[in-house]
């Protein structure tokens, strides 16, 4: 107790609902001591160096790499855990088919026992943090409890960590109690259980990414989409990202995309030599905020400080915003490393090395089976460090959005790109996204499944009901953006990519722009307009013409098995599955026969 009282003597806050629930919450935990982060350079220092001397955090090159540092998590625990992750609400009904339920009083039950003197010998870390921008009628602020130093140097790149959330917050006591112990990790004992009607969320057993970091998936996403549906806006996992013409002009665009599909990417695009004049901005590159503005568009803020990406893959080719972005100040979370430590990773620039670290810290050389860094290993990055930050990334008012795009991971069917008809026929395409699944959740890898404008983990209510939200805010939307579905990852009978993809996307996205402006052609199809030819400027492009009219062709075929498994996913929602969307279905199988 006594130990309790000093620390409350040194909370920076008076807030009575916040001292009095930290008091609780530690009482429950029985932590050694608690530690109110403050989000300051000195914190940083000290936080760090402990976590070096714990081994949590291991140094890299620092005259390569200046302020980085690698975390190896447990082996057992790489990547979201969808099969533990609960939506507790008072019914079933209310979290829906597509999440796993548990009554709110069974799972408070449940993880008190877990919770009971997990923190024994540890601290608990108070971290107050701000979604969105500081002044934004969106932001929201929220209060991890943690006993991880790695989650909580996390939150303070991912975030806006520290006094200016304790500002803001002041003596109101609305704000997301999150609550979190890395337990001893036995997959056996972890839970991340969300609590929407009491604004809270209990995590245990876990240290990793978003079952870890509560204001990304948990907050941002789940507890997120809950209040946007109550509140009437939208809270969804999209990029967002600025496409400025050579005229000066910039158009915002906001684009889902299912978990390591590439929305780290697409939202730092840099143009090819095609495009000179032409620039991309990044306000985002996971999660959107949006909201109707005065002026009647939809308007949208980037709640994170930070971006969590992932490492295998990137690479100066690929993503040299995001390259530059990783290269100093940066966190990476179990990607291999060099003899002269620095960090390496499958589809890095240059000659495999000879020799690595793998991700489990064991010796690694040239040629051996097993990948050196996991293909979920990530960094998490400051978006300060982002050559390509839009301006307008800390504007409490947002950027207006004048284009939705829905992307999928799909070998076949969907082609390159499309619009969709109306507003209603652009809420059935995101509703009925498919992707193959990819590493950023533990499970099978590369199986087609339904993904709801990319929320399939992160609706924190009833599917159903999210795309009945989506439908309904159409009359609340007086000029609303143009949607729009792609896929970049449509590929041959032989197996090969069709698409280039990375910096030509920028075609793609040139033309949704344009389209989105009303200033450039299209056709109409069975499935939406699509470029007619000459409309997608592909001069320059190094690649047969014969590969673009396949990655853009539409099989009739393909369509009616599609629109089988669309159905079977509409019958799963179940009676809360909008009788608009399943028109929209309807009708286009009457197109198709
Ligand atoms: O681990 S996270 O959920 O933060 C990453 C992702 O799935 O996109
Ligand atoms: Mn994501």
Request: charged letters at 20%.
């Amino acid at each position: 107790m006594a130990k309790q009282e000093t620390a409350e003597a040194s909370a920076p806050t008076r807030n009575p609902a916040l001292l009095s629930w930290v008091r609780d919450m530690a009482a429950l935990c029985k932590p050694d001591r608690v530690v109110w982060c403050d989000g300051s350079e000195e914190e940083r220092v000290r936080l760090t160096e402990y976590a070096v001397e714990t081994g949590v955090l291991i140094p890299l090159n620092q005259k390569k790499r200046p302020g980085c540092y690698l975390h190896r998590s447990n082996p057992n625990d790489v990547a979201r855990v969808e099969h533990l992750t609960f939506i507790c609400t008072p019914s079933k009904d209310e979290a829906g088919p597509t999440n796993n339920w548990m009554e709110p009083g069974e799972a408070y039950s449940k993880l008190t026992k877990l919770f009971d003197g997990s923190m024994k010998d540890r601290t608990l870390y108070v971290v107050p943090y701000l979604m969105g921008p500081v002044g934004s009628p969106l932001a929201k602020v929220g209060i991890e409890l943690t006993d991880s130093v790695y989650v909580a140097l996390n939150m303070r790149i991912m975030t806006r960590m520290g006094k200016q959330a304790l500002d803001l917050l002041g003596n109101h006591s609305d704000f997301n109690r999150g609550l979190h112990c890395t337990g001893d990790l036995n997959p056996e004992r972890r839970y991340i259980c969300h609590f929407p009607q009491d604004n809270t969320i209990w995590s245990f057993g876990s240290g990793y990414g978003g079952n870890a970091l509560l204001g990304k998936k948990c907050l941002a996403l789940r507890i997120g989409s809950y209040l946007g549906r109550t509140e009437g806006w939208f809270a969804e996992h999209m990029l967002i990202l600025g496409v400025e013409s050579p005229d000066g002009q910039t158009t915002y665009v906001a684009g889902a995309f299912p978990s390591a599909c590439g929305k780290t990417n697409f939202a730092m695009l840099i143009p090819p030599k095609r495009f000179a004049g032409w620039k991309v901005w990044t306000v985002g590159d996971d999660i959107a905020w949006m909201r109707v503005g005065k002026d009647g568009r939809l308007w949208a803020v980037n709640p994170e400080n930070g971006y969590f990406g992932v490492a295998p893959g990137t690479n100066f080719a690929s993503n040299p915003n995001a390259m530059a972005t990783i290269a100093k100040d940066t966190i990476f979370t179990n990607v291999a490393m060099t003899k002269d430590g620095d960090v390496w990773w499958e589809g890095m620039d240059g000659p495999v090395p000879d020799e690595l670290i793998d991700w489990q810290g064991r010796p690694w050389k040239k040629g051996c089976q097993e990948k050196a860094a996991h293909p979920n290993s990530r960094f998490t990055a400051p978006m300060n460090n982002n050559p390509a930050l839009s301006r307008a990334v800390n504007d409490p008012d947002g950027v207006p959005i004048s284009a939705i795009i829905f992307g999928g991971r799909r070998a076949t069917t969907v082609p390159l790109v499309l619009q969709s008809f109306n507003w209603g026929h652009g809420v059935f395409l995101g509703a009925t996204l498919g992707s193959e699944t990819t590493a950023a959740a533990t499970g099978k890898v590369g199986v087609v499944r339904r993904d709801p404008m990319a929320m399939l983990p992160f609706t924190g209510y009833n599917m159903g009901q999210y795309l009945q939200h989506w439908l309904q805010m159409q009359t609340k939307i007086p000029y609303p953006p143009k949607i729009f579905q792609v896929n970049w990852f449509r590929k041959s009978k032989d197996g090969k990519f069709l698409w280039p993809g990375f910096g030509e996307n920028m075609r793609v996205l040139k033309w949704i722009v344009d389209r989105s402006h009303v200033r450039v052609g299209g056709q109409e199809t069975l499935l939406g307009w699509v470029p007619k030819a000459g409309d997608l400027d592909l001069s320059g492009l190094d690649i047969p013409s014969e590969l673009v009219d396949e990655a853009t062709s539409i099989s009739t075929q393909e369509w009616k098995e599609e629109l089988q498994s669309q159905g079977e996913f509409f019958e799963l929602l179940g009676k809360h599955a909008p009788e608009a969307l399943q028109l929209q279905r309807k009708l286009l199988l009457a197109r198709l026969s």
